[in-house]
């Protein structure tokens, strides 16, 4: 696969602020076209990393290219080619859709602009409401005039940082329909979320905790790349169960979810083991497949002791 | 509660600053700096008669502290150039028989053109003229001479107050108030400007674009000429219309001069727009311009009263010049060879101003 298949191509990407190391020498390479998420804790580093692919910040380390730019040298060029949806909506609430719209296709010097302008309006169902004040909006409609926004340039490469977070589930799951169509287009997105539906809908992960970065591929490689086995319990009195389960040899996690425990852990005999001394006939035990959620958070803790 | 307005005092470093230094500062130029009672004004003598009653007097001159004799001129053009220009608050003039008509008792004329354009700074010193005419000659008149001290002074003073003859304070003030309007309305505006797109967090997007820091700065400060120079016409419709303070000279040249005066205020707003981190900050900065641009800038209180350290600091702020500017427009006439040396630290103080900005302005987050 030659270099320009890739819409991002970066190794040993670091960034500290002060003694920090906020983002340690990461590798990362997206195909044009595809939908990568990147996933992580609050702090984990995914909003500056994000920030360094377009151009706003400096890495202090590594090199790679973004669209074919160099991330150190060339981010003029990758700020006219990415757009970037930042994690705070950042249109200006004192001006109308409409006028929000046509400020960013004049920064961007979009040719023929009052077309491309009605253009996004159609397309994301904003026409009716060109003249209503951004601040106005509801935080769904927020996130689609941001996403017009950054779409009116016609990107490339697509960074959208939390997009979808405080948006309801109907609103959500238009938005990935719209990038799933965008991404059908041939546009590259790189997306940060913390909602694990959201990640199982992207083509490829990234996982990042303290700036690590923990375990990437498709779904399937990154719940593999976690041996974890799960059971799920359900029956009377779980809460005094999870008590008793917890810091048992071999429990690593002790989740409720409504009526059922989920308890996980990465060596499946001594989980058995840690089972079978609480197991009373009243309950009934589950073997299940481990869960997005089950390996990041086997994943964090891990990452938590070497960090430590 | 008052513990966590103390603590968030103590966060931010430059508010704290900001009630400390403006105090400070406050006591400096009010306790120092300013003076109702200036003295030392530059003067000029043109001396036709050098003969030793001349010399007598221009020594009583320089004795009352109010007259500090930097030039003798035998020209009476050179000598009204230098009132104009503002090198000069006085001439003396001396006529040639001074000290034969003073032997006579014919009571000699002595003319003292006064620039008043501000009545502040020439009528202490005019007052003390009055005062000093009984008492000059007493050594030199002794004996039978004694009789020259008639009542009314051996001396006749002439007083020509130039470009304000009325001595109206309006005059002074009014067009001085272009300045300080200015230099108040457009810091302010332009300090919130970058600061309010960081507050809101439209910064981050602003940066992601690739859009240039000069063209930012140069959007910034377009539309506020505008409006700068809406309060220009307003102050002179009302300068005119309401206070009928006199134009003399072109308007052309002081819209001119306002455009680089605008633009300067416009710059160090934005330069502070870039330092301060929130808005409040911006505004306090702001302030902390505004403060000695009123106070050591010859708008209320005479220049030439204030100690060296205080002029100097006031050479500095573009109000300053700006005022001479727009004062020798209006009230002298003045065009552009005699406002030629306000110029140019005008036009330093913008370029060092923009430079800052420009550089303080970053392109990236790091």
């Known amino acids: 696969m030659s270099a320009t298949d890739f819409a991002i191509d970066v190794t040993g990407i670091t960034k500290r602020f002060g003694p920090k190391t906020v983002v340690n020498a990461i590798d990362l390479q997206v195909r044009r076209g595809e939908i ?108 689609r005039l941001a996403l017009a926004a950054c779409l009116i340039h016609s990107p490339q490469l697509l960074l959208l940082d939390e997009p979808t977070a405080g948006v309801d589930p109907k609103a959500r799951r238009e938005f990935w329909d719209e990038i799933h169509q965008l991404a059908a287009d041939g546009l590259t997105v790189l997306i940060t979320t913390h909602y694990m539906d959201e990640a199982e809908r992207c083509h490829r992960l990234a996982y990042l905790a303290y700036g690590n970065l923990l375990t990437r591929g498709t779904l399937t490689e990154v719940l593999q790349s976690v041996k974890l086995t799960t059971w799920t319990v359900t029956g009377p009195a779980l809460r005094d169960l999870a008590a008793a389960l917890r810091g048992r040899d071999g429990v690593e996690q002790v989740v409720a979810f409504g009526n059922t425990l989920h308890v996980s852990g990465r060596d499946p005999a001594r ?35 070497n960090f430590a | 509660m008052v513990l966590k307005e103390f603590i968030q005092m103590k966060r931010d470093r430059v508010t704290f600053g900001m009630m400390v230094g403006i105090p400070l500062m406050q006591l400096m130029m009010f306790g120092f700096a300013i003076n109702s009672d200036p003295r030392h004004l530059p003067t000029a003598v043109l001396a036709a008669d050098q003969g030793p009653f001349a010399r007598t007097f221009i020594q009583a001159l320089r004795t009352s502290d109010y007259f500090a004799l930097v030039r003798e001129t035998n020209s009476e053009a050179e000598a009204q150039r230098l009132l104009q220009v503002g090198d000069v608050q006085f001439v003396v003039n001396i006529p040639a028989d001074f000290s034969r008509q003073l032997l006579r008792g014919e009571r000699p004329s002595v003319l003292i053109e006064a620039d008043a354009t501000d009545p502040a700074a020439t009528g202490p010193a005019l007052a003390a003229v009055n005062a000093l005419a009984g008492s000059i000659f007493n050594r030199d008149l002794p004996g039978p001479l004694a009789r020259l001290h008639a009542k009314a002074g051996p001396v006749d003073f002439l007083i020509h107050a130039h470009y304000n003859p009325e001595n109206i304070t309006q005059y002074n003030v009014v067009p001085g108030l272009m300045g300080v309007v200015l230099t108040m309305t457009m810091v302010i505006i332009t300090g919130l400007a970058i600061t309010r797109e960081r507050e809101r967090g439209t910064m981050e997007n602003l940066l992601a674009t690739p859009v240039r820091p000069f063209e930012v700065m140069v959007g910034k400060i377009l539309p506020y000429i505008a409006v700068g120079y809406i309060q220009v016409s307003l102050i002179l419709l009302a300068a005119h219309f309401i206070f009928h303070v006199p134009m003399v000279g072109s308007l052309l040249l002081l819209y001119a001069m306002a455009l680089l005066f605008i633009a300067a205020n416009l710059a160090v707003g934005i330069t502070f727009s870039t330092l301060a981190k929130n808005q409040l900050q911006a505004v306090q900065m702001a302030f902390f311009f505004f403060l000695p641009s009123i106070l050591l800038s010859g708008f209320m209180f005479p220049f030439r009263g204030m100690p060296p350290w205080a002029q100097a600091i006031g050479s500095c702020l573009p109000n300053t010049h700006f005022l001479r500017i727009v004062r020798g427009i209006l009230l002298k006439g003045n065009g552009l060879a005699e406002i030629a040396p306000e110029i140019w630290p005008l036009l330093l103080f913008l370029a060092v101003a923009m430079t800052i900005g420009v550089t303080r302005y970053r392109q990236t987050l790091d």
């Open chain 1, 271 to 305: 989980l058995e083991t840690a089972i079978a001394a609480v197991r009373t006939p009243n309950h009934e035990w589950t073997r299940i497949r481990s869960g997005l959620e089950d390996v990041f958070i086997s994943l964090m803790d891990g990452a938590k002791d």
């Open chain 1, 36 to 143: 990568y998420g990147f996933l992580g804790p609050n702090g984990s580093g995914k909003t500056t990393f994000i920030r360094m692919l377009c151009g706003l910040l400096t890495p202090d380390g590594g090199s790679g290219t973004c669209l074919g730019y160099d991330v150190r040298t060339q981010q003029a060029e990758i700020k006219c080619h990415v757009g970037y949806m930042t994690q705070k909506f950042s249109y200006y609430e004192d001006l109308s859709i409409r006028e929000n719209l046509d400020f960013i296709a004049r920064i961007y010097d979009v040719p023929d602009r009052a077309a491309a302008v009605e253009r996004s309006l159609v397309r994301l169902g904003l026409q009716n409401r060109s003249a209503q004040l951004a601040g106005q909006l509801s935080g769904g409609w927020k996130q």
